[in-house]
Every structure is written in structure tokens, then in C-alpha cells.
């Protein structure tokens, strides 16, 4: 009898675990070679594409990075992209705990945000890359402009994009000044993300929709052990407001999920390129 209980709950287990947590979400773009390009990375269909100085996809996964002085930069399909106002799909640098990356390249990930100007968004994600300088859980959401962190290919691929080194442009026109292709994943963090300055998440692993697989042309041979996304609303509805200001106080911060309530005949207007709203 034990051993039958035991033996049906053995049969009953998934095969894989789907992975869930909570972490922290950060931004880059760096334009180099993403490291699940490299081939045996893990058993995929094929590894991430990885492109030419234009764009072309390369047939060689071995070709270095242009971070590196090769080659092989980061395609400019990468990017993200909205779908509504509550649902994006996009890519990411990832170190997911208890997990190494032939485990987390080109997995997929439903990641909601829990705090900042886009919380209650989800994304649809694939890992491509992963960095040293990961903590456990975080996603390092691919965004042009969204500065380059530790490696610069930028500079070797296009002459260097606009924006400081971390935390990439502060504002939408400066996405004017960004190569084309890469523009709406500049404008994207603006206009969807609501320029959430690295905020909160959980994310649990998903069967990789082909949207996604399109872009990158890998999908992980286990992939249909994990489940299929289906989202749940197709309209974001913001925050309500917390604070309440009164007139002259701060009255919205990057770091606040939403805009304070301010006295009628005033309005919430940014002073100053940092945190600091004032209610006028
Ligand atoms: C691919 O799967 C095989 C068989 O399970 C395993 O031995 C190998 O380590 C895997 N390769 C990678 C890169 O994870
Ligand atoms: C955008 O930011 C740039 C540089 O940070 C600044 O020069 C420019 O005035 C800003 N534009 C707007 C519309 O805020």
C-alpha cells in the first residue's frame, strides 16, 4: 500500500519543476553578443541568434563578440514590444537562483511587476544572456537606451548610443537620436513601461510563445513541460494614488507606483531630469 501511494505520487510529479521567485528587474542594451548565441550552451533547437554590424543574422555561432573585438553583436529584433497596455514580450539577461544557465537559456518567463510606475504589467520574457554581475532573480530587461552596464559593443556597432553608461537616455527624444530598428525598443520603455526605474517583479517559467522563439530562433528541448501563458486581462489598470500632496510638495517619484492626488487647480510637473516632482 505505502509503496503504491508512494510509487503513484512519483508517477504524479512534473518532470520539471516549473521555476518561480521574486526578484528585481534592472535595463540594458549593450549591443554585445548575448552569451546563449554560443553554441552547447544548452540543449536548444539552435542557439540565440546573434547578428552582423547590420542586422543580418550570422550562420556562425562561434563568431566572437563585438564586445570582443568580433563581429557578432546583439540582433536588433531583440527588442521588446507591447502587446496591450498590460501584456509586452521582450528578452533579458538572467541568474536565476538554484539555477545555472544551461538551465535558463532561452526559458521563458510570465514576469509581473510589483512595484513602480508599471506595476501589475506583465512581460512575457525569454532569457538570452546572463552577466556576472546578476544577483539571484534578476532580469536584466534588453532595452535600447537603457545604458550599457558593464560592456560596450555600441561603440564598435554603431558609433555609440545616446545616454549615460548605466541607467542609458533620460527621456523619450532622446530614443530620436537611436539606428532605426532600435528606436521603438528605446520609445517602448517610455510609452508601456512608463520609465519604471528597475522595479520589483515574480516570474514563474512558461512554455516560450512562438512570438519570442521567432525572434531568437531557439527553443529549449524541454520546453513543453512548462505551461502555456494565457493571460488573464487585456487593459492595465494603473495604481490608484496613495498619497495625497498638498500644493509645493513632492508629488511623484520614478520609485512611486503612481502619481500623488494633488489640490484642485494644481497639477504634478517634473522640475528636474531626477526624482523630483513638485505639485504646482
Ligand atoms: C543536454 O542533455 C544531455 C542529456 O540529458 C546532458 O547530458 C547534457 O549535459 C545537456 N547539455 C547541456 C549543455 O545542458
Ligand atoms: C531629454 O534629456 C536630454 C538629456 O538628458 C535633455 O537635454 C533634454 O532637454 C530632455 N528633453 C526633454 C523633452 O525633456
Redesign the pocket.
Known amino acids: 500500500m505505502f509503496l503504491q501511494i508512494l510509487t503513484s505520487l512519483i508517477l504524479s510529479l512534473p518532470l520539471t519543476h516549473a521555476i518561480s521567485g521574486t526578484g528585481k528587474s534592472t535595463r540594458y542594451w549593450d549591443c554585445c553578443k548575448p552569451s546563449c548565441s554560443w553554441p552547447?550552451?544548452?540543449?536548444v533547437t539552435n542557439p540565440v541568434s546573434t547578428c552582423d554590424k547590420s542586422s543580418n543574422i550570422l550562420t556562425d555561432a562561434s563568431t566572437k563578440s563585438g564586445c570582443d573585438s568580433g563581429t557578432a553583436y546583439m540582433c536588433a529584433n531583440q527588442i521588446p514590444w507591447s502587446v496591450n497596455s498590460a501584456l509586452s514580450y521582450g528578452f533579458a539577461a538572467t541568474a536565476l537562483s538554484g539555477q545555472k544557465e544551461?538551465d535558463w537559456c532561452c526559458g521563458c518567463y510570465a514576469v509581473t511587476f510589483t512595484s513602480g510606475k508599471a506595476k501589475g504589467k506583465t512581460m512575457l520574457i525569454q532569457s538570452t544572456n546572463t552577466g556576472g554581475d546578476l544577483a539571484d532573480n534578476q532580469f536584466d530587461i534588453a532595452m535600447p537606451g537603457g545604458g550599457l552596464g558593464i560592456f560596450d559593443g555600441c561603440s564598435s556597432q554603431f558609433g555609440g548610443l545616446g545616454g549615460s553608461r548605466y541607467g542609458g537616455v533620460s527621456n523619450r527624444s532622446d530614443c530620436d537620436s537611436f539606428p532605426p530598428a532600435l528606436k521603438p525598443g528605446c520609445q517602448w520603455r517610455f510609452d508601456w513601461f512608463n520609465n519604471a526605474d528597475n522595479p520589483t517583479h515574480q516570474f514563474t517559467q512558461i512554455r516560450c510563445p512562438s512570438e519570442l522563439v521567432s525572434k531568437t530562433n531557439c527553443r529549449r528541448?524541454d520546453d513543453d513541460k512548462f505551461p502555456i501563458y494565457t493571460p488573464t486581462v487585456s487593459v492595465w489598470a494603473s495604481p490608484t494614488p496613495t498619497v495625497v500632496a498638498k500644493q509645493w510638495e513632492q508629488c511623484d517619484s520614478l520609485l512611486w507606483d503612481a502619481q500623488a492626488a494633488c489640490p484642485s487647480g494644481t497639477k504634478c510637473v517634473r522640475v528636474t531630469d531626477c526624482e523630483f516632482f513638485f505639485s504646482f
Open positions: 552547447s550552451k544548452a540543449n544551461s528541448l
